[in-house]
């Protein structure tokens, strides 16, 4: 059977398939391979990836001893670029773009990139921090490398993720082709049914910010031993951060550097060494003894776990809090409670989990819906979309993104009861998108009877969540 182009994929994808599953394509339009073909860029790396996962699996104990080498390969610094370039983004702090670097020749910008590689004169830039708003009204620092950084450290993720992803225990669902958000949501459910009833909703303040140097590094080398690697990963590390204020002025920080501790959310490496450092508290909750103890199951995505438990929730909270002490974490007091079903319920990853009355089956079930935080905030992303300095755009752009908008967050938020969540959206997003249609024509209200539903999701082709094909409801009495 042909290999395929193998790119380490995403975070957040949706994959389900048993066995580490990568990206296809990502810059390349490689078919299947015949006899007397040469392999292309993307077929040998798939070759490299699958030979490391290989070892990384028959060999648990192993350290990899030579894979900086990998890194700046021609082939793995082209099928890194082009995942970065599908993944497209900000510039960094030298304001180099893709096109730039395209108008410059790829192979050329690549060559001199892996020349510096080569003879270790390889230097990370400063990284952007820019800040966006969460749901609670905070806001949380992402970090943006240069492109040249992004490229090398997607390279370097290339040939770490296939060995680290052998060890990775089942409990982790972040940032793996073969598991995604949903399926997490949905093991949840799948103890909550099955006598899991106490529920450790446990949150963690500034996880990536807070991730120790030292401890991480120790992560990394249990398996390899690949000094220029290790060095690697540091310096990127260490890296300043600069900042822009709202007067223009730029500020750079080396805090990373000087306490020894986080990693920029945003660069591609942090999501493997987010998942590295909390498989250390999994691993643990096991050794420990802690979940025979407490028969207490661990669901984690990313920063975000629950520790599902058949009763003494209250011990293992305590057992928690100490390990996230030994760890160097900070467990955030102010949203980490015990959720005691069916009487409570509580919110994990978007959906939230508890009774809910089942028309169908006519009883209360346990199940699973989209939350109210949910649906407000993508409440206010359409009326975002919607707002009266866009009524100079084209109507078929404005519903196209909508519809992007409504397809994406309906194709997640698809399991259990939906329907009072849809109709929620759709009568919102039909009452804004007639206020903007009113605005651009210079028609006041919402004129209904000159924008009904009917034109709206005939004629216009907006999107109707209670119009799409449903999912089996996904609940339990």
Not at 166 to 177: F, G, N, S, V
Not at 299 to 305: G, R, W
Request: glycine share 8%; aromatic share 8%.
């Amino acid at each position: 059977m042909a290999e395929r182009f193998v790119v380490a994929t995403k975070p957040g994808n949706s994959g389900g398939a048993k066995g580490p599953q990568f990206q296809e394509g990502a810059g390349s339009s490689a078919g299947p391979m015949t006899i007397g073909d040469e392999p292309t860029n993307s077929q040998k790396v798939q070759k490299l990836q699958a030979a490391l996962h290989a070892k990384a699996k028959g060999s648990p104990s192993f350290r990899f001893y030579a894979l900086y080498d990998k890194v700046y390969r021609a082939d793995v610094l082209f099928t890194a670029f082009w995942q970065c370039r599908s993944n497209d983004g900000s510039p960094g702090v030298d304001g180099q773009t893709f096109e730039q670097i395209i108008d410059y020749g790829v192979e050329r910008w690549l060559g001199e990139l892996a020349e510096e590689l080569r003879t270790k004169r390889y230097e990370p830039q400063a990284v952007r921090r820019v800040w966006i708003p969460k749901p609670d009204g905070k806001q949380r620092p992402l970090g943006i490398p240069t492109i040249r950084d992004r490229v090398v450290q997607t390279a370097l993720l290339l040939v770490l993720e296939p060995i680290f992803e052998a060890d990775l225990p089942a409990e982790q669902y972040a940032y793996r082709a073969e598991k995604s958000a949903l399926a997490a949501v949905q093991e949840v459910h799948r103890l909550a049914c099955y006598g899991h009833s106490e529920v450790v909703d446990a949150d963690l303040s500034g996880y990536f910010d807070s991730i120790p140097h030292a401890e991480l590094m120790r992560c990394l080398a249990r398996r390899v031993s690949d000094k220029a690697v290790l060095h690697l990963v540091k310096l990127w590390l260490d890296a300043p951060v600069e900042e822009t204020d709202e007067r223009g002025h730029t500020q750079r920080t080396t805090r990373n550097r000087d306490e020894g501790r986080g990693t920029p959310q945003g660069a591609p490496l942090s999501p493997l060494l987010a998942n590295l450092y909390m498989r250390r508290f999994v691993l643990g909750w096991k050794q420990l003894g802690h979940e025979a103890r407490f028969r207490a199951r661990i669901v984690n995505y990313a920063d975000d776990f629950v520790i599902l438990c058949r009763g003494r929730a209250d011990e293992a909270m305590a057992a928690m809090r100490d390990m996230m002490q030994r760890l160097k974490l900070t467990v955030n007091e102010a949203k980490t409670r015990i959720c005691k079903l069916p009487a409570d319920s509580f919110d994990f990853l978007g959906y939230t989990i508890g009774m809910y009355w089942s028309w169908r089956q006519q009883r209360m079930v346990l199940s699973t819906r989209p939350s109210a935080k949910a649906v407000k905030r993508l409440k206010a992303k359409i009326s975002e979309a919607t707002r009266k300095h866009r009524t100079l755009l084209d109507v078929e752009l404005v519903v196209t993104r909508l519809n992007r908008m409504l397809n994406g967050w309906a194709n997640y938020f698809c399991r259990g009861p939906v329907s009072n969540a849809y109709r929620t959206i759709d009568k919102h997003v039909e009452n804004r998108l007639r206020q903007w249609l009113g605005g651009k024509h210079k028609q006041s209200g919402l004129r209904h009877d000159l924008y009904p539903n009917e034109y709206l999701h005939g004629e216009l082709g907006l999107v109707q969540l209670t119009a799409r094909p449903r999912n089996v409801p996904c609940a339990k009495g």
